[in-house]
C-alpha cells in the first residue's frame, strides 16, 4: 500500500510560478511510475504530465507542454510539477498518481492517488 500527500498548492496571480511536491510512505517511491491529473469543478480529472520509475522518460498534456516540467528524485522520495507561466484555466485541484509501470494519460491504470491539492489561478 502506497499513501500519497501532495503540497504546494495555492492562490496565485496568472503568469507566476508553483511547485507542487507529492510525498509518498514507504521505501519503494523508486519502483513506482508517477504523474500528476488536475481536476477542475463540473469537469473530468485529465492527465497533466508522467514519469517513468527512473526519471529518464516524461510524457506531457499539450495543455502543458513548455510550461509544466515533472520530475522526481528517488533519493528523497519525492515527486514533483514545477508550473510556470500559471494561467486561470490551470485552476484545478492537482493529484499525484502512482502505478507499476504505466506514466501515460489513462487514470484508470494508476493504482494509488493523493487527496489532491488545491491550486487557484486568479487576479
Known amino acids: 500500500q502506497v499513501q500519497l500527500v501532495e503540497s504546494g498548492g495555492g492562490l496565485v496571480q496568472p503568469g507566476v510560478s508553483l511547485r507542487l511536491s507529492c510525498a509518498p510512505s514507504?521505501?519503494?517511491?523508486?519502483?513506482?511510475?508517477m504523474a500528476w491529473f488536475r481536476q477542475a469543478p463540473g469537469k473530468e480529472r485529465e492527465f497533466v504530465a508522467g514519469?517513468?520509475?527512473?526519471?529518464?522518460?516524461?510524457n506531457y498534456a499539450d495543455s502543458v507542454k513548455g510550461r509544466f516540467t515533472i520530475s522526481r528524485d528517488n533519493a528523497k522520495n519525492t515527486l514533483y510539477l514545477q508550473m510556470n507561466s500559471l494561467k486561470p484555466e490551470d485552476t484545478a485541484v492537482y493529484y499525484c498518481?502512482?502505478?507499476?509501470?504505466?506514466?501515460?494519460?489513462?487514470?484508470?491504470?494508476?493504482?494509488?492517488w493523493g487527496q489532491g491539492t488545491q491550486v487557484t489561478v486568479s487576479s
Open positions: 514519469i517513468s520509475r527512473g526519471g529518464g522518460r516524461t
Open positions: 498518481a502512482a502505478s507499476i509501470a504505466y506514466y501515460g494519460d489513462y487514470p484508470r491504470n494508476y493504482d494509488y
Open positions: 514507504g521505501r519503494t517511491f523508486s519502483t513506482y511510475a
